[in-house]
């Protein structure tokens, strides 16, 4: 009796995988990230005050968005040209792209995990998962 239930969960999960635009999907990812960082990064620069219940929330949301980043289903190949701003490099450099990307997730899972209580706390563990964003826009994002 449950194969034909599991038959058809498999199959809309095949349609679902076949469906989604992986250009739509990783801009979304993207932005999310962008608006999480719109949170954090005025707090650890200063210009609003440290909340630790704020931090924590947005780390929260910073990590997950980071650790649903599957480079095989965002990036396949192939879907480096249309709206995207997505560079060649990420398909001649897969490895390096990917090593970024893991490191971003590691940052942000630490991060989240040492919990911040003060702003020297916060922007300890800011700064290094912060600093992905550039270093990977820098190689692998056109402008
Ligand atoms: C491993 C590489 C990588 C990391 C790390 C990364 N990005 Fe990106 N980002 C990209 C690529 C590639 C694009 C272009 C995607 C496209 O247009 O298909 C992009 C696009 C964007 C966009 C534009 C989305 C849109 O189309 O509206 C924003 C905003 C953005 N990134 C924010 C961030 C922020 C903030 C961080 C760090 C917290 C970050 N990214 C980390 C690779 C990365």
Redesign the pocket.
Known sequence: MRLPILAIAVGTLFATTALADP?ED??AI??E??QI?RTLGPIAQGRQPFDAATVLDALEQ?NANAQKTDIAALFPEGSGSGD????PA?WEDMAG?TE??DK?KADAAAALEAAPQDLEAFRAVFAP??S??GS??ER??LD
Do not use: P, W
């Open positions: 250009i990783r801009q993207m932005k990230r962008g960082m910073m995207t701003e997505a560079a990420i792209f970024i990307s971003f998962m912060a992905n964003c990977c826009h692998f994002r």
